[in-house]
């Protein structure tokens, strides 16, 4: 049985992955979202769950199969996504969301996981017990199908540490040159929350690591709230996060260029003007925005002249949130730095720990035998 080293991410809002397949890195991301699932009524009704972005799991001997991703959202008036609970990282659903991943990026039908993944930096610091819950979640050979049964997956995972959140996105990205004085800072804004990591050299400093529930969901609900008050109609889960999108987009109108236009949206039979759903959600996004970037700059302050994260280098913005709120950061952190790729830096940074980490583990039992 072959063994890849795995970074896992259970997001709020998405749930990724990374691995390295064949000397290359892969990486992937998924919405966070889960809902039992009928097959023979999808297959009924003419969805089409066989497909490569569509993602069905369900475990060996259970009789429930799960939707995972848009499929849940399409299906699924009600889904789970776990915000809120902290345990949430040790659950069932955190497993099958990692496996659902890891498999959708390996093609073999038996492999095994060597995995780092990460929490947020005060759950990280205030909750320790949490970190051996994971591992014991986690932990075992799982064997389940992706589709319809069709044919039996083997993955056995082993969870070689938990680290917090921010940490991967230096491994990567984060200047090879850092001595002991050297403080990089990384700010991770992902769907539910906005953490702060800085480490000096290779060494967390508490007192700058932080978070707060500020995040991609938060202007999303705010945009739902103003939405329904507005029109006395409530956007559903899967409506907000294609409007989300379109503003992600360069608040395209439309998808002539590529990008992904705003949905058409009704209202009692009439069409929402595109330029105000624009303006709505651009209003739930700088509201949000200002309030992370004071956040910050009460967290990192230091000095009267207002001085925030000034002696950090670099400091990295990543996670979902760069989408949204990179602009609105800028202007009061100018050196803050954007890596090529935001949604996946934690978790090619857990990939390339656990690489590391698996070689220690195959040479050291080399010498033993």
């Known amino acids: 049985m072959k063994w890849y080293p795995y970074g896992h991410d259970f997001g709020n809002a998405e749930m990724g992955g990374a691995t390295v397949l064949q000397g290359t890195n892969l990486a992937r991301s998924i919405p966070t979202a889960f809902a039992k699932a009928d097959i023979n009524a999808m297959h009924n009704l003419g969805v089409k769950v066989d497909q490569s972005n569509t ?17 849940a959202l399409q299906q699924a008036v009600d889904v789970y996504n776990g915000r809120g609970d902290i345990q949430r990282y ?16 390996i093609p073999d039908p038996e492999f095994g996981l060597y995995v780092v993944t990460g929490l947020p930096a005060e759950t990280y610091i205030k909750n320790m017990a949490l970190r051996n819950t994971i591992k014991t979640a986690l932990d075992g050979t799982h064997v389940f199908t992706m589709d319809n049964n069709k044919s039996l997956r083997r993955v056995t995972i082993e969870v070689a ?26 700010i ?11 480490a000096r050299g290779q060494v967390p400093v508490s007192d700058y690591c932080k978070g707060k529930p500020l995040g991609v969901e938060t202007a999303t609900q705010m945009l739902m709230d103003t939405f329904e008050s507005k029109f006395d109609r409530s956007l559903s889960l899967l409506e907000a996060r294609e409007i989300m999108y379109a503003y992600a987009s360069n608040g395209n109108l439309n998808s002539a260029n590529g990008s992904p236009g705003y949905p058409e949206i009704a209202v009692y039979g009439k069409t929402v003007n595109l330029l105000e759903l624009e303006r709505l959600t651009r209003e739930a996004v700088m509201q949000v925005g200002s309030e992370i970037v004071s956040f910050i700059a009460s967290a990192w302050r230091q000095s009267d002249r207002d001085a925030v994260a000034a002696s950090f280098k670099p400091v990295l913005h990543v996670g979902g949130g760069v989408y949204y709120f990179y602009n609105i950061l800028k202007q009061r952190i100018p050196h803050l730095s954007l890596p090529d790729d935001p949604n996946h830096a934690n978790v090619l940074g857990y990939c390339n720990l656990a690489g590391r980490l698996l070689i220690r583990k195959v040479q050291a039992n080399s010498v033993k035998v």
């Open 90 to 105: 040790a659950s069932k659903y955190s497993l099958r969301g990692l496996l659902t991943v890891a498999a959708s990026l």
């Open 188 to 198: 991770d804004i992902g769907g539910r929350t906005t953490d702060l990591y800085v």
């Open 55 to 71: 993602h069905v799991i369900r475990f060996h001997g259970e009789a429930m199969a799960y939707a995972v991703g848009e499929l």
């Open 161 to 186: 540490t938990v680290v917090m959140e921010g940490a991967g996105a230096l491994i990567v990205y984060g200047d090879k040159t850092v001595n002991k004085t050297t403080e990089s800072a990384v």
